[in-house]
């Protein structure tokens, strides 16, 4: 079993819509969350950044952690064509210092 | 202010060959982290640096190795290269070790291509 589990899709939705991404993982050491966004032929980028349990939001972004449940999301509201990428989980423990990433969801927003 | 910047860009090798990637981090951090993004198996850590000394490990052979050097940028060497270590080799810096909420900035990437 993966630490980290994320759908890889592929998610196709019109324009607007409201997107929800989810991961679960399974080590209960997890502390810190965050969600990269990668277009294509780039390097991943941070969209955001959660320690522990809680809700974050950053203009038409929101991300929730679980940790009771072992479960995060990212939602984008009124989605743009240019939020079209693969979006990836990912957590750390305390002091680990390396990320576990989940596969990634591709992600394509139809104008 | 200028990203974390990696070269080449592109690199093909045959089986058997080494590799070398290098990596520029962003200016001022001192730690320098390198992931492999494998063709459906997402990003999976290979190794850590910070002011010049691995400080983690992946689960990788020990043919990748790398170091940093003392201006923080570092290099990563795949030796006796096989078919699957074809992927898109990721570069990441960040300010600190100290504190494991600091951000990784990642560079573009270098596609590396075994035949």
């Known amino acids: 079993q993966k630490e980290v589990e994320q759908d890889p899709g592929p998610l196709s939705v019109p324009e607007g819509a409201i997107v929800s991404l989810n991961c679960t993982y399974s080590?209960?050491?997890?502390?810190?969350f965050m969600w990269y966004r990668q277009y294509s032929r780039k390097g991943p980028e941070l969209l955001m950044y959660?320690?522990?349990?809680g809700n974050k939001e950053d203009g038409r972004f929101t991300a929730q952690v679980d940790k009771s449940s072992k479960y995060i999301s990212l939602f984008i509201r009124d989605s743009q064509p240019s939020d079209s990428a693969t979006y990836l989980c990912a957590m750390s423990g305390m002091g680990a210092q390396k990320l576990v990433f989940g596969q990634g969801t591709r992600l394509t927003i139809n104008p | 202010e200028a990203g974390v910047t990696q070269s080449p860009t592109h690199l093909i090798k045959t089986r058997g060959q080494q590799a070398t990637l290098r990596c520029s981090p962003i200016?001022?951090?001192?730690?320098v982290y390198w992931y492999q993004q494998a063709l459906g198996l997402g990003l999976q850590f290979l190794l850590w640096y910070d002011e010049g000394e691995e400080r983690n490990r992946g689960n990788f052979p020990p043919r990748f190795s790398g170091r940093q050097f003392p201006n923080y940028s570092s290099e990563l060497n795949v030796n006796a290269l096989e078919l699957e270590d074809s992927a898109l080799y990721l570069c990441?810096?960040?300010?600190?070790?100290?504190?494991?909420?600091?951000?990784?900035?990642f560079g573009p990437g270098t596609r590396l291509t075994v035949l």
């Open positions: 959660t320690y522990s349990s």
């Open positions: 080590n209960s050491a997890f502390q810190y």
């Open positions: 990441a810096s960040s300010l600190a070790r100290d504190s494991a909420t600091d951000t990784q900035y």
């Open positions: 200016s001022g951090h001192t730690s």
